[in-house]
């Protein structure tokens, strides 16, 4: 199978899965597109991908050539995917795409499994994956550009985020976040 075909399978099984998961723990009625975080950015930095792609392809065949970078990119989309998927799995109802800026009853502080190795999970799956698809792509300009980007809006949001789950959890919360990591790189 080709990079190409590797990318859209990866991109269909993630947000499949993503609205199944989210239709099972919070119903079917209370998941949409905007839920699931897919926004013309979004759809936009998919379409540059693979635009990139193909200009490459007929531009420079040589790039696309690169099976071991293009099967560690693989690797990477299957441990991003499994880690998001865990935090989802693991969190049950207290997962949501959205940030809650008011507690429910049936928010809870989750810190066991893989948040008891990092408080963002799917977070940092997410960032693994996104680069990882550009990985197997063996674009150079969008693995920097994705890179940066999804870094950037996570560095941005745990901390917008985390000002709820401090308000909502107090000092369960400051404490679960003294010992264990964000999960994205250079993000406390």
Not at 1 to 22: G, T
């Amino acid at each position: 199978m080709n990079p190409s075909s590797q990318f859209f399978w990866a991109i269909l099984f993630f947000h499949i899965s993503e609205y199944i998961l989210a239709a099972a723990f919070h119903g079917i009625s209370n998941v949409n597109l905007s839920s699931l975080l897919i926004s013309n950015e979004y759809v936009l930095a998919m379409v540059f991908s693979l635009i990139e792609y193909f200009l490459e392809a007929l531009l420079f065949p040589g790039l696309k050539d690169h099976f071991w970078v293009s099967n560690m990119g693989i690797a990477m989309v299957v441990i991003g995917e499994t880690v998001r998927k865990l935090a989802i799995v693991t969190a049950g109802r207290s997962f949501t795409h959205l940030i809650k800026v008011h507690h429910e009853d049936h928010h809870k502080l989750v810190t066991h499994g893989v948040y008891g190795f990092v408080r963002h999970p799917s977070y940092c799956g997410f960032l693994i994956w996104s680069v990882g698809t550009q990985i197997m792509l063996c674009n150079p300009i969008s693995t920097i550009g994705f890179s940066v980007v999804v870094w950037k809006f996570f560095a941005k949001r745990i901390p917008y985020e985390e000002y709820f789950l401090r308000q909502f959890f107090g000092a369960d919360y400051e404490e679960y976040a003294r010992r264990v990591p964000s999960g994205v790189p250079f993000v406390k």
